[in-house]
């Protein structure tokens, strides 16, 4: 199983979309108080929703450097994830897009 038509995202765009994941992280997380069942469910799909585009901006980027996509599921891995974020966000990418 090979992940495929998956565009490919500069350090720029990368960099972008993942400080406005965080900051919509941040903001959910701020904002929602945890004190009901309804207000902890829709936490947790904020959250998997953030994660899902998290891994698809990761994907791209991995693409652009030539890398397997697979590599993106180190973002689930806690502490790890900050590490492969911020090894995405230096990494040159490839010259022809």
Do not use: W
């Amino acid at each position: 199983m090979e992940i495929k038509k998956i565009y490919k995202t500069d350090r720029t765009d990368y960099i972008i979309v993942q400080i406005i994941i965080i900051a919509i992280g941040f903001l959910i997380q701020t904002k929602i108080q945890i004190n009901t069942i309804e207000n902890i469910v829709y936490f947790i799909i904020f959250y998997i929703v953030l994660g899902i585009l998290s891994l698809i901006n990761s994907i791209g980027r991995l693409k652009d450097i030539n890398l397997s996509p697979y590599y993106s599921l180190l973002n689930l891995i806690p502490i790890l994830n900050v590490c492969f974020i911020l090894f995405l966000s230096v990494k040159k990418g490839s010259e022809s897009k």
